[in-house]
């Protein structure tokens, strides 16, 4: 069946839920096991980065060189998802205000949806898995893709391009960080920011986002802008 309606790309954290000490405590553990190094990233701004790209940063900031850092680097990622897994049924996962109206609201209307998260595909789809949203979103980029959000962009329209037949150019990324935004504008597709996470409203305006929502409550809002920007 081939789709040329509205393919929407929706990150995860801060966007459709909150609550994930657990995924935050994986990286803590991981670093300890592989590196023997106490750092609880807590110095890192890691919105909107990929789970690798936090991770090099935290070894980084650890005082790890480049080879002390490769020689266990995707033993480490592994095991974060190991320990995610593990200890998901921990979590306090939260979906955000709206999000099942929303999608909800999408499907009726034949919307192809797809994810842009920097979590690694496991630890997204468990998350997600905790309050229910995982049935919505078939295919995504994620951070076990790349280490760059950019390029989960382009992986993500490949495979609605390629799997699933989309053959249209009415695409929104719905992100709450300007690393969200920037990565959409790599490809000139239209952003919807939402001030759900630690960047205002005004942040959101000023790093160029098309649309700028407080939250996704506003189903038919969010419904507007899809339905006419084109």
Known sequence: MV???????????????????CHYQAFVES????????EDIS???YAGKTDPQILREALELGGFKEEEIEENF???????????????????VRALGGTFELLDGLKREETLLGLVTGNLEPIAYAKLGRVGLDKYFPFGGFGSDYAERSLLVKKALNLARDQ?????????????TPRDVEAAQAYKLTTIAVATGRYSEWELE??????????LNDKEKVLKILDTEF
């Open 3 to 21: 789709h040329d309606g509205i393919l929407a790309l929706f990150d995860i954290d801060g966007t459709l839920v909150r609550g994930a000490r």
């Open 206 to 215: 000023n790093c160029g986002a098309d649309h700028v929502l407080k939250d």
């Open 74 to 92: 995707n033993n480490c990622l592994k095991f974060m998802v190991q320990y995610y897994i593990k200890n998901v049924h921990k979590e306090n």
């Open 164 to 176: 699933y037949e989309y053959d249209g150019d009415r695409i929104f990324v719905i992100g709450d």
């Open 31 to 38: 670093v300890k096991k592989y590196y023997g190094f106490e």
């Open 43 to 45: 110095g890192i701004n």
